[in-house]
Each structure stands twice: as structure tokens, then as C-alpha cells.
T-cell receptor, first 116, second 112 residues
Framework: AQKITQTQPGMFVQEKEAVTLDCTYD???????LFWYKQPSSGEMIFLIY??????QNATEGRYSLNFQKARKSANLVISASQLGDSAMYFC?????????????FGEGTQLTVNP | DGGITQSPKYLFRKEGQNVTLSCEQN?????MYWYRQDPGQGLRLIYY???????QKGDIAEGYSVSREKKESFPLTVTSAQKNPTAFYLC???????????FGPGTRLTVT
């Protein structure tokens, strides 16, 4: 079974609107972390946001927020007020701290296009 | 400035040749990682190391080898045994108990 599932290969959003990128995960660990990374066409991976499994509040970082629903095993990324520079590939990743230590498992990504 | 450097950015090799990709970090991180990315796909872990002179296989280690003789360096050798070596290779590092992995700019390897 896939540990990280991103069901949206591509998403389109109008500039200044909000967009939600979906991520579901599968783990039996009690302690784990969820990450979102952005990859522009240049290829570098840019860390956006982190949510720990024991964090009660949803993580927020500027225009990025993580909608963490533990019972549903989902960790969706919400980008508010989209900008043209947000066009990129977005990856959800998980660290299973009990079984895998510091290793990250990545989903297959969602290509976001922001239209002017 | 602190960071991770990978060189070269583009690398071309003939089939049957071994090739070594370099990864250097000056962040004083204990852990280092190598990932492979194929077009339109996510990252897959090749090898990782949490301490000098020790490393572990990731999910797709076959056809690759690594060494960790210094804390700041974690070179990856793509051997001729790797059946489909053409890919984008990313190196990352982190502190052992840290949240974030910091990534280098990547090396695009093309084998013909």
C-alpha cells in the first residue's frame, strides 16, 4: 500500500484565490511527521510546512496552512491568495519516527498552475 | 553561507561507466540522504547516513554505492549495474532530531 497518496496530478487556480492540495497517508506509527515541499521547475526542494502527529493545532506558515485530520489520515495543504510564483510541483512527505527514524517517504506530487 | 552543494548540475556519461555525484554540506548536520527523482514522480530514497563511516540502504539501493568518510561529504556512485541511471539526483541533510531536511540543487544525470 502507498504510504503517501496525492490524488491530484494537476491543479489549476486563479491568481489571488485559495487552493487545497490533497494528501492522505498510511502508517501504524503513533509518532510521525508530515511535510510539504515545493519544487519549482529549477528542481530544488523548498520546505514549506510541518505537522507533528501530536500537534493539536493545524500548522500555519504565512500563506500556507496544513489541514490535519488525524482520524482520516489526511494532511492537506492550503495555499491562500495564490501568486504566479506558486506555480510548481508540490510534494507531501511523511516521517515515521518509530519505524523509519529520520527517513522521509514522498508522494508522487501535484503540479499546481496559477493562472493570471 | 551555509548550505548543500551538489556538482555538477548536469552530467553525461556513456552506458557501462561508473559515475560519482558529489554532495557537500557545511551545516554541521549529522544525517545525509540521497534521493532519486524520475520525471513526473516523487523522490525515492537511495541511501542515507546518520553518522560518519556508517550508512543504510534506502528503498532503491541496487546499483548504487556511497561512502561517508567525512561528516560534510556523502558522495554517491552510480555503477554500471544500475539499469536505468538517467534521473535527477537530490542530496539532503538534517540534524538527527530535526524536523526539516535541507536539499541541495540536484544533479541531472543522463546516461546514453
Amino acid at each position: 500500500a502507498q504510504k503517501i497518496t496525492q490524488t491530484q496530478p494537476g491543479m489549476f487556480v486563479q491568481e489571488k484565490e485559495a487552493v487545497t492540495l490533497d494528501c492522505t497517508y498510511d502508517t501504524s506509527d503513533q509518532s510521525y511527521g508530515l511535510f510539504w515541499y515545493k519544487q519549482p521547475s529549477s528542481g530544488e526542494m523548498i520546505f514549506l510546512i510541518y505537522q507533528g502527529s501530536y500537534d493539536e493545532q493545524n500548522a500555519t506558515e504565512g500563506r500556507y496552512s496544513l489541514n490535519f485530520q488525524k482520524a482520516r489520515k489526511s494532511a492537506n495543504l492550503v495555499i491562500s491568495a495564490s501568486q504566479l510564483g506558486d506555480s510548481a510541483m508540490y510534494f507531501c512527505a511523511m516521517r515515521e519516527e518509530e519505524t523509519s527514524g529520520s527517513r522521509l517517504t514522498f508522494g508522487e506530487g501535484t503540479q499546481l498552475t496559477v493562472n493570471p | 553561507d551555509g548550505g548543500i552543494t551538489q556538482s555538477p548540475k548536469y552530467l553525461f556519461r556513456k552506458e557501462g561507466q561508473n559515475v560519482t555525484l558529489s554532495c557537500e554540506q557545511n551545516l554541521n548536520h549529522d544525517a545525509m540522504y540521497w534521493y532519486r527523482q524520475d520525471p513526473g514522480q516523487g523522490l525515492r530514497l537511495i541511501y542515507y547516513s546518520q553518522i560518519v563511516n556508517d550508512f543504510q540502504k534506502g528503498d532503491i539501493a541496487e546499483g548504487y554505492s556511497v561512502s561517508r568518510e567525512k561528516k560534510e561529504s556523502f558522495p554517491l556512485t552510480v555503477t554500471s549495474a544500475q539499469k536505468n541511471p538517467t534521473a535527477f539526483y537530490l542530496c539532503a541533510s538534517s540534524i538527527l532530531s530535526g524536523v526539516e531536511q535541507y536539499f541541495g540543487p540536484g544533479t541531472r544525470l543522463t546516461v546514453t
